[in-house]
């Protein structure tokens, strides 16, 4: 059973820095596919919103993607030997204010080579984690 845990939410005040970490566990699917070969994504709800594509990280880490809303504040990136992905985030704004979570892609196994920023396109997620950004 595949199972993805969020940690390092919390309360910040406006322009402090946060990291994200999630921890990946029953990931091997088959011999070809598990969190090594899959890409992963962090997404995020604020009451009463659609939930919104935050960012994502190919299964090799030489692709990723960010929202216009978190470019060049955010950062993706993995350890594929600890099964981890994390989400650095600075320069935080109230706006940013919104559970997050961590998904991971295993479509066919995986091995993309660009990775989705669509929620539809993951199939495992975590239970989610409150990040709260005060003024």
């Excluded at 939410?9 to 921890?23: D, E, H, K, P, T």
């Excluded at 320069?91 to 539809?120: F, H, I, L, Q």
């Amino acid at each position: 059973q595949v199972q993805l845990v969020e940690s390092g939410g919390g309360l910040v005040q406006a322009g402090a820095s946060l990291r994200l970490s999630c921890s990946v566990s029953g990931d091997r699917l088959s011999t070809y596919s598990s969190f090594s070969t899959w890409a992963m994504g962090w997404f995020r709800q604020a009451p009463g919103k659609e939930r919104q594509f935050v960012a994502s990280i190919s299964y090799n880490s030489r692709s990723v993607d960010y929202s216009d809303s978190v470019q060049d504040r955010f950062i993706i990136s993995r350890d594929n030997t600890k099964k981890m992905v994390y989400l650095q985030m600075y320069n935080m704004k109230v706006e940013d204010t919104a559970v997050y979570y961590c998904a991971a892609d295993s479509t066919d196994g995986g091995w993309r080579a660009t990775p989705p920023s669509r929620a539809y396109s993951y199939e495992y997620w975590g239970q989610g984690l409150q990040v709260t950004v005060s003024s």
